[in-house]
Nanobody
Framework: VQLQASGGGLVQAGGSLRLSCAAS????????MGWFRKAPGKVRVFVAG????????EYEDSVQGRFTISRDNAKNTLYLQMNTLEPEDTAVYYC?????????????????WGQGTLVTVSS
């Protein structure tokens, strides 16, 4: 059972990045998926979540309209398209899988976690 996040890096403010999360060892389509992030000196927080089918998603207020979560169940892969990045988006980003779909924003709802990928946004 594994989630492998990738796609992080250094980008200037206003730029874009696309994170990917490859799932293996479990039935990906049976799980809701989420992205969380942990900024330096802060706790891990919810960024975005998506239902098993991909038909519904939720976002943290500060990323609404800038980030888009999506999934490809045929490829067992979760994505996070991040546009108009801000220095405040600098964090380690984690993907996670939840067998129950609610509450989507709660860390305790997720059973499987990836290792994280670092996103650094320079001003």
């Amino acid at each position: 059972v594994q989630l492998q996040a990738s796609g992080g890096g250094l980008v200037q403010a206003g730029g874009s990045l696309r994170l990917s999360c490859a799932a293996s060892g479990f039935t990906f389509s049976d799980y809701a998926m989420g992205w969380f992030r942990k900024a330096p000196g802060k706790v891990r927080v919810f960024v975005a979540g998506i239902t098993r089918s991909g038909g519904s998603s939720e976002y943290e207020d500060s990323v609404q309209g800038r980030f888009t979560i999506s999934r490809d169940n045929a490829k067992n892969t979760l994505y996070l398209q991040m546009n108009t990045l801000e220095p405040e988006d600098t964090a380690v980003y984690y993907c996670a899988a939840a067998y129950t779909q609610q509450p989507m924003g709660a860390l305790y709802a997720y059973q499987i976690w990836g290792q994280g990928t670092l996103v650094t946004v320079s001003s």
